[in-house]
């Protein structure tokens, strides 16, 4: 029993060892922003300690975790990717800039922008929450957001939802716009609104609130239930980036991306100028 206790032990070593290094060659390859080998995890779980690995390291030069992001938002990105549920990543202090920012083109390895959405939490009670309306009860604000991801890993090698998960679900940057206190909302406003994204003033494609999982804080459902599993909770004043509203677009410089969000308190709207 002993001897087995002593290699245990060593094989945990030894795959901690493992998580270290490979988070060690992906925290290399973002700071130098180019593609790093696609790491080889074979299950979510693997991904996820190798994410905790690559954000303890990220938040030396980008501050401490302020948030998470949910990807995978969509059945047809889920079938495409093999799972049936959303992952999460984390978002860091320095990666959320202000509406309006100018950022590289090639903010990233393999940089694309995307419609998103964000909302701030109000109180730890939201980890008691089981529908959506009581998510809302627990929320203070929602944010209009360009998310701006990088996904890392070189093009042709494998981006399967482990290695998505260990490369933090592509958190990169992240362009915030005004804060809408949930007074001036209804939960059903994200549901409903439409999300119209322009580049250079020509709208290029529009898509539903709705397209996030039914309603946007499904998604906050299930993150409330994936961070319990995980020993983890919401706290007062984090944020959650709800999931991609339309497909990916790459950034092209000199460009403007524009995204209204009709029907949310008006026509909110964020932007970003790439140069």
Do not use: C
């Not at 991904?47 to 030069?61: D, F, H």
């Not at 995978?72 to 999460?88: A, E, M, Y």
């Not at 482990?162 to 406003?189: Q, S």
């Not at 459902?221 to 677009?249: E, F, I, M, N, Q």
Request: glycine share 10%.
């Amino acid at each position: 029993m002993k001897k087995f206790a002593v290699w245990a032990g060593l094989l945990l070593a030894l795959a901690l060892a493992g998580v270290g290094t490979i988070a060690d060659a992906l925290y290399v390859a973002f700071m130098a922003r180019v593609p790093a080998v696609a790491p080889e995890v074979a299950t979510l779980d693997e991904g996820y300690r190798v994410q905790e690995a690559l954000v303890e390291r990220l938040s030396v030069p980008l501050g401490p975790v302020v948030g998470y992001k949910v990807g995978l938002t969509s059945k047809p990105v889920q079938q495409k990717f093999g799972v049936d549920q959303p992952i999460r990543g984390q978002l860091l202090e320095r990666m959320l800039l202000r509406n309006g920012a100018e950022v590289p083109a090639r903010f990233g390895a393999r940089p694309i922008a995307e419609a998103d959405l964000l909302v701030r939490v109000k109180d730890a009670g939201i980890n008691q929450a089981t529908s959506i309306e009581e998510v809302w009860d627990h929320l203070e604000a929602v944010i209009p957001f360009i998310e701006l991801p990088d996904l890392l890993v070189r093009k042709g090698d494998p981006l399967t939802a482990p290695v998505i998960a260990a490369i933090n679900v592509g958190a990169r940057l992240g362009v915030m716009g005004a804060e809408i206190p949930t007074g001036r909302l209804a939960a059903g406003d994200l549901a409903a609104m439409q999300v119209h994204v322009f580049v250079d003033g020509e709208e290029v494609l529009s898509a539903p609130g709705k397209a996030i999982l039914g309603h946007p804080l499904n998604a906050v459902l299930w993150l409330v239930d994936h961070l319990r599993a995980s020993g983890k909770a919401l706290k007062a004043g984090d944020l959650v980036s709800l999931g991609s509203l339309g497909k990916p677009l790459l950034p092209r410089p000199g460009s403007e991306m524009r995204v209204v969000y009709q029907g949310l308190f008006g026509n909110q709207e964020v932007r970003v100028r790439f140069k």
